[in-house]
Nanobody
Framework: QVQLVESGGGLVQAGDSLRLSCTASGLTFATYAMGWFRQAPGKEREFVAGINWSGDSTYYRNSVKGRFTISRDNAKNTVYLQMNSLKPEDTAVYYC????????????????????WGRGTLVTVSS
């Protein structure tokens, strides 16, 4: 059974940093594009960051560029999201997602085609 388990969320002040982790089991991790999405209260789930098989290609939503960094360690079946200079508008439940990919070109950037979701970890940024 496939599981994606997020960790690292918490309550921080604006300007602080957090690192989220997502550890996968039950799948061949290196053949999945991975991504992070978030959902704030009353809003739709939105893309945050995506990464291909090998981790040499990434993509970010404009509002987090220069502040967030996605990375992966295939030996540990883990994808990370380093979040710096956090803002109150970053407050949301952050979800890890996995998308089976046929090649290393694919970067997960939309909710369409997501095969597996984590259960989420809450990030709250106070001003």
């Amino acid at each position: 059974q496939v599981q994606l388990v997020e960790s690292g969320g918490g309550l921080v002040q604006a300007g602080d940093s957090l690192r989220l982790s997502c550890t996968a089991s039950g799948l061949t991790f290196a053949t999945y594009a991975m991504g992070w999405f978030r959902q704030a209260p009353g809003k739709e789930r939105e893309f945050v960051a995506g990464i291909n098989w090998s981790g040499d290609s990434t993509y970010y939503r404009n509002s987090v560029k220069g502040r967030f960094t996605i990375s992966r360690d295939n030996a540990k079946n883990t994808v990370y999201l380093q979040m710096n200079s956090l803002k109150p508008e970053d407050t949301a439940v952050y979800y890890c997602a996995a998308d089976f990919a046929l090649n290393n070109i694919v970067v997960l950037i939309t909710t369409y085609g997501v095969d597996y979701w984590g259960r989420g970890t809450l990030v709250t940024v106070s001003s």
